[in-house]
């Protein structure tokens, strides 16, 4: 029983890049997000999910792209990588009706 | 716009003492408030929640009051361990509501 799996740990891109940072769960919860979290601030949502097929933008989704085809996985689209982007992402996820959230280990980010 | 603030950036504490972190909160309609712990390189975990209908809520060494005229809560830890040292996130959320919120986190080292 994993919880949230997030890969990769880290990753350094290169302006202009594209990357996808993957999100799995095996919790088959309906609620999935992705946070972004900048040095001395807190968690800022990106995206969020409440069911496959449904997604919503959070409070700083510039940027990004997200799709939820299945319950399990939630990836998070970075298409033309900018430094600002530089960050550490989290996903995590919910279950109906729940209050508490369960995150993923983190992908630290570098955009050089 | 900052509807969670934690307004104490860090926090030192001896050993055995008690450790108080504090939040605030402008939005009178959330109706969960969390407690989150974070160690560096992990990603949040789960403390301990309290529902806007209550004003206390306990689980072992780790108390969550809420007042909720004041629009504020604090997370008391007794006694605290150097185990608890990590950053502590404050959240809220709404029941009709699909996201959290978070403050910006307050450090706490217990010093043994």
């Known amino acids: 029983n994993a919880g949230v799996t997030q890969t990769p740990k880290f990753r350094i891109l290169k302006i202009g890049q594209s990357m996808t940072l993957q999100c799995t769960q095996d919790m088959n919860h309906n609620y999935m997000y992705w946070y972004r979290q900048d040095p001395g601030m807190g968690l800022k949502l990106i995206y969020y999910s409440v069911g496959a097929g449904i997604t919503d933008k959070g409070e700083v989704p510039n940027g990004y792209n997200v799709s939820r085809s299945t319950t399990e996985d939630f990836p998070l689209r970075l298409e033309l990588a900018a430094p600002s982007q530089t960050s550490v992402y989290f996903c995590?996820?919910?279950?109906?009706?729940?209050?508490?959230?369960?995150f993923g280990q983190g992908t630290r980010l570098t955009v050089v | 716009d900052q509807q969670v603030k934690q307004n104490s950036p860090s926090l030192s504490v001896q050993e055995g003492r008690i450790s108080i972190l504090n939040c605030d909160y402008t939005n009178s309609m959330f109706d969960y408030f969390l407690w989150y712990k974070k160690y560096p390189a992990e990603g949040p975990t789960f403390l301990i929640s309290i529902s806007s209908i209550k004003d206390k809520n306990e689980d072992g060494r780790f108390t969550v009051f809420l007042n909720k005229s004041a629009k504020h809560l604090s997370l008391h830890i007794v006694p605290s361990q150097p185990g608890d040292s990590a950053v502590y996130f404050c959240a809220a959320s709404r029941v009709t509501g699909n996201q959290f919120y978070f403050g910006t986190g307050t450090s706490l080292t217990v010093i043994p």
């Open positions: 995590a996820n919910r279950d109906r009706g729940a209050a508490e959230a369960f």
